[in-house]
């Protein structure tokens, strides 16, 4: 079963106890019944045979239908929704027709859909006419349950459309708390996207929402800009949510001093055994200040091969207003270490000299240093980030690619190693947080027994030993072809480009004539280097995550193809790498104080989270036809 998104909470009945009594239920002397019928409608906190034994006694039609959808309420809650359904669909020929019990005819049919059907069926059927008056208490429950049902089928925009007209029936406290969800749902979403729904003139608190959203991602990372185009967004939306108290992410954007450094300093590994990887660095770094061609700014390389702590020591008297590196994990902990002494030293100085003073005292911030790796125990500081070209962090993203893609049952096929296994740990636990269901990981090795995994994942050899057992008791004439599974409806493939040729193939030649091959998708991990037509054939209608600049061909592409003919593809993902970092400093500030802002970079889309850790979200491509496409 799929996890609901925790972004739509549902009103409880104490609040909309509270909506009821700010709709002006009628009194004693009004002769009207709507208000009756909308507090008796509220909840339906009986049981379902209660409900119906009422409506069997009652003589009036309206109260009839008020029990029997009252009934069906009940068995809603039960999670009995094929009773419910049964129940719906009886009633409704003879259903009075009153707005309101034909608001929650609806309603509730819609909510049993999206237990028996498609949430799809679900959102046909919860549609009220605008000429529909009904209680404030019917609208809230008929926005909110909208707006679930599209999150459950994956549209954001009319999500957000759906909450927005939900604050307009909620009590203010409970109207900020939509707001908030409000402005978390459209924070992974793309720019461009965002500019198409700006202009909506029907729903001006909606089109308002995704306005400011859009320069808030668009001008992130000008602060006088964003500044600018939020005085004029307030001017034209005095009495938008927003206008008076702006999000906290983005108010924090605002006031965040980006780092304008003039000289940075660059810690690498230029000689010894990680020199290759280090001078694909060195190159995307050059090459993004000679496009910036800003004389202002110095920018200095120190090598780490022999000591990791003297070259950052030696960068800081030099005057580093920024650092970018090192790169391996063990150079990351060794200056870690040595500034924790630093700072402890530092405090116990000024302590023995000022002994009113406490341990608290903070000893002067350090420079702001972009990791090019990460480490698994780090303590968060403003000053610091990490950024990697991980493949556990490629795993999730993938894990959330195959989601978006309407995947519900994904199987892993991962080589047996340490790398294999991390990233099958990372696809599963980000897998976790979309879904209920669980992901199958079957560990292959070489050889044969490659071959065996994958039969093993597919169920072909049961299916083969049932088919032995069958001749065994009807003789070897019974003729009869292996079947594979049907239950999972896509395959993320965790491999080595020698491995990635054979296990697609055994993979192809494993799927039953009976079964529709499932979806295949693989990491950059996999990519084959300077693959032939014949192997992009090979590999037709796999799917494949990799650094957007590694699926284009531009003048770029050329230039560093000819400049460095013999990088493979992890140093051209170093080199992209390179240019980001360098790229990235002016930015960092703003991104880590509002989360929703991507940066597209060469090497990914990338974001910071609050720890200091910058995410990268990959392209994806697809062989098709003999060649590698860009999707």
């Known amino acids: 079963m799929l996890k609901s998104l925790n972004t739509t909470k549902f009103v409880s009945v104490a609040i909309l106890s509270v909506i009821l009594a700010g709709c002006g239920v009628s009194s004693p002397n009004s002769t009207g019944t709507t208000a009756t019928v909308a507090t008796s409608l509220a909840s339906a906190p009986l049981a379902a045979n209660v409900y119906l034994a009422q409506a069997a006694n009652s003589k009036d039609p309206q109260q009839r239908d008020t029990n029997l959808l009252l009934a069906a309420h009940a068995y809603i809650n039960a999670n009995d929704y094929a009773a419910a359904q049964k129940l719906l669909k009886s009633i409704q020929p003879s259903l009075t027709q009153s707005p309101t019990l034909l608001a929650e005819h609806k309603y509730l049919t819609a909510r049993a859909l999206e237990h028996t059907s498609t949430y799809s069926d679900a959102l046909k059927t919860l549609n009220y006419p605008s000429s529909w008056s009904l209680p404030s208490w019917q609208m809230t429950a008929y926005h909110q349950f909208k707006a679930h049902l599209y999150q459950l089928n994956k549209q954001p925009i009319e999500q957000v459309r759906e909450l927005s007209l939900l604050t307009t029936y909620l009590p203010p406290a409970q109207a900020n708390e939509v707001n908030n969800t409000i402005w978390q749902v459209l924070q992974p979403m793309h720019e461009q996207t965002i500019k198409t729904f700006t202009q909506d003139a029907k729903t001006p608190v909606f089109a308002g929402w995704l306005q400011l959203a859009y320069i808030a991602k668009h001008y992130a990372v000008d602060p006088t800009q964003l500044v600018r185009y939020l005085g004029e967004w307030q001017k034209q939306n005095p009495y938008h949510p927003a206008a008076a108290k702006l999000p906290a992410d983005l108010d924090r954007a605002l006031n965040a001093k980006p780092f304008t450094p003039k000289n940075i300093a ?208 009807l003789g070897n004439s019974v003729q009869a072809d292996f079947r594979s599974r049907q239950d999972i409806d896509a395959i993320y493939m965790i491999s080595t480009p020698q491995d990635l040729t054979l296990l697609k193939a055994f993979i192809d030649v494993n799927f039953s004539v009976f079964t529709q091959p499932v979806p295949l998708y693989t990491s950059s991990r996999s990519r084959v280097e300077n693959e032939s037509t014949q192997t992009a054939q090979d590999l037709n209608n796999l799917t494949l995550s990799d650094a957007p600049w590694l699926m284009q061909n531009g003048e770029e592409n050329l230039m560093v193809n000819t400049l460095f003919s013999g990088w493979n593809n992890s140093q051209k993902r170093l080199f992209v790498m390179g240019y980001d970092a360098m790229d990235l400093i002016g930015r960092l500030a703003q991104m880590r104080s509002f989360t929703g802002y991507q940066f597209n970079g060469r090497s990914g889309a990338l974001s910071v989270n609050p720890d200091g850790i910058v995410n990268r979200q990959l392209s994806w491509g697809r062989y098709q036809r003999g060649s590698f496409r860009q999707l």
């Open 266 to 473: 660059v810690l690498l590994p230029l000689t010894g055994p990680r020199a290759n990887a280090a001078n694909a660095i060195r190159q995307g770094i050059l090459a993004s200040y000679m496009a910036k061609q800003n004389d202002q700014v110095a920018v200095n390389f120190y090598d780490t091969a022999n000591d990791a702590a003297s070259a950052y020591q030696q960068a800081l008297t030099a005057g580093a207003e920024f650092i970018i590196g090192p790169l391996l994990p063990t150079e990351i902990e060794q200056i870690q270490v040595m500034n924790a002494a630093n700072t402890a030293t530092t405090n116990a100085l000024t302590n023995a000299a000022n002994p009113e003073k406490t341990a608290n005292t903070v000893a002067a911030a350090p420079v702001p240093q972009l990791f090019l790796n990460q480490v698994d125990k780090f303590t968060p500081d403003p000053n610091k980030f990490y950024f990697a070209l991980s493949p556990a962090q490629e795993a999730a993203d993938a894990a959330e690619h195959l989601y978006q893609d309407g995947v519900t049952m994904p199987l892993l096929l991962a080589s047996n190693d340490a790398l294999g296994k991390r990233m099958a740990e990372s696809f599963i636990q980000a897998w976790k947080k979309k879904s209920d269901n669980v992901v199958e990981v079957y560990y292959y090795d070489g050889g044969d027994q490659m071959k065996t995994t994958v039969q093993d994942a597919l169920g072909v050899r049961d299916s083969q030993a049932r088919i032995a057992r069958i001749k065994e008791l």
